[in-house]
């Protein structure tokens, strides 16, 4: 069993000491609360902790220090006392991109999966009248993920390549991380607004 080395509040500090933007911050917690969904709906209950703070963790370099982004990553982890199995699921979000830490265990594998993947649904989710993704189905984020224009920074070979480590189709991906975002939404919304 996976358990993390710090607690939420310590890498909830750790990513504000990093990262100050709202669009950074609103990521991490969208990411975190996605994370811990899967962890709880694919059997790894016992470690929603875990999978949940590599979610939170997972661009705590990218803000400051964009160039090197999952390189700089273990550095900033590892002075926090973090472990390096934290810091390899970090890392390996960013394979193919910006580093050659290649996802292993389930969780790795779905984080690098959904990161991109929530970076689209959320640039829909502004668009949208409701402003929710409650209201979003699976037909309309197809329609944006064709639409390489539309959030063009979000890779869809990433988000494809993804689906492919998982053995599931990109409509079992989509469908999946949509009920992720619904069932932490209003969390996420509720801790952007105490900000």
Not at 41 to 46: L, P, R, S, Y
Not at 59 to 67: A, K, N, V
Not at 106 to 115: G, N, P, R, S, Y
Request: overall charge negative; proline content about 3%.
């Amino acid at each position: 069993m996976k358990t993390s080395a710090i607690t939420r509040e310590q890498a909830l500090s750790l990513l504000k000491s990093w990262n100050s933007e709202p669009f950074h911050i609103l990521h991490a917690l969208t990411v975190e609360g996605v994370m811990r969904y899967f962890a709880r709906t694919h059997g790894f209950a016992d470690e929603e902790d875990f999978w949940g703070l590599c979610g939170l963790l997972h661009d705590i370099d990218f803000e400051r220090f964009p160039e090197e982004h999952c390189r700089k990553a273990p550095e900033l982890l590892r002075e926090a006392g973090v472990g390096d199995d934290m810091i390899h699921a970090v890392c390996s979000h960013g394979y193919g991109l910006c580093c050659d830490v290649e996802p292993e265990h389930d969780m790795e594998k779905i984080l690098f999966a959904v990161d991109e993947l929530t970076g689209l649904i959320g640039a829909a989710v502004k668009m949208r009248p409701s402003g929710s993704v409650m209201d979003m189905e699976v037909s309309s984020l197809k329609k944006k993920f064709k639409d390489k224009k539309f959030a063009a920074g979000c890779s869809r070979d990433v988000i494809r390549s993804g689906a492919e480590r998982l053995g599931w189709t990109l409509d079992e991906l989509f469908a999946q991380t949509l009920d992720a975002m619904r069932a932490c939404e209003e969390s996420v919304n509720a801790q952007m607004a105490a900000l």
